[in-house]
């Protein structure tokens, strides 16, 4: 069956490290992958989209790089700030323009001063 | 401001009676689509819709009906509430079918319990 996980419910690190979440899918083949940041209450607000034939993205602090050989996508977040504290999603695109993302359980950042 | 709005925010209500959680986007967005969120399940789609008079099932429909009778609105329709529909629900909109206008914008969130 298709799943996505996301490396362990919750992540601790301390400022000024950078901070890795994992986005693993099995029996997809997305045509791009999003990530997304989600605060207590709040509805999602997108970070960065990844294409199939991409390997990399950057936006400032942010890096994600996506594998479809290894069906997985890594979301970097380098000097960390207590500021990223907050879940993180990624959500998966099977077809282009098909409308259906379907999204992880997400992982909890707290970054420590 | 850029937003989509979801009303009501909070809503307490029995088996049975029927409710509508509305959500609208001043974007011009042709995509909407609407979610639940449930500990330890996510985020799952309920139903989408690439324009208007279009829609269509996402993952978890059952229960649910929605319209798009125009661009704007996307209302969630819940004709016969049960408790298993007590969750957090999210309304979302994006530009286009493009991945790079697959940006997804969401709403703040509508909390239904159900008793």
Redesign the interface.
Known sequence: SQKIEQNSEALNIQEGKTATLTCNYTNYSP??L?W?RQDP??????LL?I?ENEKEKRKERLKVTFDTTLKQSLFHITASQPADSATY?C?L?IV??A????????TTLTVKP | EAQ?TQNPRYLITVTGKKLTVTCSQNMNHE?M?W?RQDP??????IY?S?NVEVT?K??VPEGYKVSRKEKRNFPLILESPSPNQTSLY?C?SSL?????T????????SRLTVL
């Not at chain 1, 209450?41 to 997108?46: A, I, K, L, N």
């Not at chain 2, 697959?102 to 969130?109: I, Y």
């Open positions: 045509a791009y999003q997304y209450g709040r509805g999602p607000v997108f989209l294409r999603l959500a695109d282009f323009g409308g259906k993302s379907t999204f992880g359980d997400g | 989509v995509y689509s979610y330890g399940l996510g985020l799952r789609q989408y690439m269509d996402g993952d999210f979302a286009g079918l493009a991945p790079r697959g940006e997804l914008f969401f709403g703040e969130g």
